[in-house]
């Protein structure tokens, strides 16, 4: 089954600073790739998210790059604020369940 | 809240009791599926749904564990005889079939412990 790898499991930025999450995939036929946050005691909620037939998509201050060759995907937020302080999720899926990382958490220090 | 609600949201119960949990989905939604979270950690699939048919259970679902929808609406996960180590949080998610991976919304979970 698929297996997914995220780095770091702990990211402390100053606030404006640029953060970055990385997550590696071993499942080839994989081919969507969404990003979760969760705040504690809350439900993920999707942040972004892309598919396998697009190498890099943005939104606003978020952006996800994919390389396939490499099986690896990351997460760039820039400009971060406090309120990005959350665990962050990738996740991998061929088409139905996910298969999600360990989390990574983000802590933005005014 | 139109999205997708679980109850309850907290759960105690002790060893070898069972205890079982609701999922009712965004309406349109034809999957729902189930995942366990434990602290510190990604969720883990266990099961899913498309309408009433259970399509898939991972390994993590043992015995002990049960999912059911019925009519396709809403969906229950029992546990029977409940482990220390059944014990974190258990959340639903929903999506529409037509859009495969997209529109997939996750309820607020229920956090069971098991003392």
């Known amino acids: 089954g698929e297996n997914v790898e995220q780095h770091p499991s702990t990211l402390s930025v100053q606030e404006g600073d640029s953060a970055v999450i990385k997550c590696t995939y071993s499942?080839?036929?994989?081919?969507?790739f969404p990003w979760y946050k969760q705040e504690l005691g809350k439900r993920p909620q999707l942040i972004i998210d892309i598919r396998s037939n697009v190498g890099e998509k943005k939104d606003q201050r978020i952006a996800v790059t994919l390389n396939k060759t490499a099986k690896h995907f990351s997460l760039h937020i820039t400009e971060t604020q406090p309120e990005d302080s959350a665990v962050y999720f990738c996740?991998?899926?061929?088409?139905?369940?996910?298969?999600f990382g360990t989390g990574t958490s983000l802590t933005v220090i005014p | 809240d139109t999205g997708v609600s679980q109850d309850p949201r907290h759960k105690i119960t002790k060893r070898g009791q069972n205890v079982t949990f609701r999922c009712d989905p965004i309406?349109?939604?034809?999957?729902l599926y189930w995942y366990r979270q434990t602290l510190g950690q990604g969720p883990e699939f266990l099961t899913y749904f498309q309408n009433e048919a259970q399509l898939e259970k991972s390994r993590l679902l043992s015995d002990r564990f049960s999912a059911e929808r019925p009519k396709g609406s809403f969906s229950t996960l029992e546990i029977q005889r409940t482990e220390q180590g059944d014990s974190a949080m258990y959340l639903c998610a929903s999506s529409l079939l037509r859009t495969g991976n997209n529109g997939y919304t996750f309820g607020s979970g229920t956090r069971l412990t098991v003392v």
């Open positions: 996740a991998a899926s061929t088409g139905n369940q996910f298969y």
């Open positions: 499942d080839s036929a994989s081919n969507y």
């Open positions: 309406s349109e939604h034809n999957r």
